[in-house]
């Protein structure tokens, strides 16, 4: 059976792709920053739970060690967070801290893991990267402002991983950006449209056609490509 890692699995989308992929029989690894805190994971059977905290290089990098001469098939960033924002859609908060933490998490994290992943991702057949972006870290798709530090950090992934399409290419990892629709958790809050279960059941549909032929590609969880 094919190996996922994932990342930032103890809630909301990244939790719901572990218990989807577990239920299909898929060896689940699942990265969280507090293995004690993750409940809701831990009760997921034949899910193998491992600390990773995606802002820090240092347990990236033990992460990384402990899964050496491994295999991994699919590897999805999924860690994120929203970062500060004001209210008022044209104030830019002066949240530097904040803002470096978002950049930290969404944008350095997935290059940092799927980096320190490349060797397992090499020992696959069909290799797969993806990382959870958002369609507002489209330049071409931003009619809205604001988010500056979620928006930028997005960004910012999103052209990490077109420059590892490029470099991985050799290496047959087929490297690709998600966008899972405005779901429903913790950072979508309530009011969002589309639930967990129907936003990964529709991006392991993406996932399951990905090959190298798509890599460099956005995806939005319905199958659409969409614009960087
Ligand atoms: P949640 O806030 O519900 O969950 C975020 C997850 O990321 C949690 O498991 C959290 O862990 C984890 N996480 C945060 N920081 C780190 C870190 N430093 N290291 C490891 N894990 C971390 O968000 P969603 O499930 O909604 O979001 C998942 C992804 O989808 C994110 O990348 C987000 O940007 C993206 N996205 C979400 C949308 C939505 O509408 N929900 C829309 C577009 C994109 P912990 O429990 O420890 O805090």
Request: proline share 5%; charged share 20%; no cysteine.
């Amino acid at each position: 059976m094919p190996t996922l890692v994932v990342t930032g699995a103890s809630r909301g989308i990244g939790l719901e792709f572990a218990r989807q992929y577990a239920a299909d029989g898929w060896r689940v690894i699942a990265g969280v920053r507090h293995p004690d805190k993750a409940e809701a994971l831990r009760a997921v059977s034949g899910v193998e739970v491992h600390r990773l905290d995606v802002a820090d290089p240092a347990s990236i990098e033990a992460f990384a060690a402990g899964l050496e001469g491994e295999v991994v098939d699919l590897l999805i960033n999924n860690a994120g967070i929203m970062g500060p924002h004001p209210h008022q859609q044209n104030q830019v908060t002066l949240d530097v801290a904040g803002w470096e933490e978002t950049l930290r998490v969404n944008a350095l994290g997935p290059v940092l893991v799927t980096l320190a992943l490349t060797p397992n991702l090499t020992r696959a057949l069909k290799p797969v990267a993806a990382t959870v972006t958002s369609q507002m870290g489209s330049i071409a798709e931003n009619s809205g402002g604001g988010y500056y530090a979620y928006r930028m950090s997005k960004a910012a992934v999103n052209m990490g991983m077109k420059n590892l399409s490029l470099d991985l290419r050799d290496r047959n990892i087929a490297v690709v950006v998600l966008h899972p629709g405005w779901v429903q958790t913790d950072m979508g809050g309530e009011q969002a449209p589309v639930k967990p279960a129907e936003s990964v059941a529709g991006l392991r549909r993406v996932l399951a056609g990905v090959g190298i032929g798509h890599s460099g590609r956005f995806y939005s969880y319905r199958g659409e490509e969409l614009p960087w």
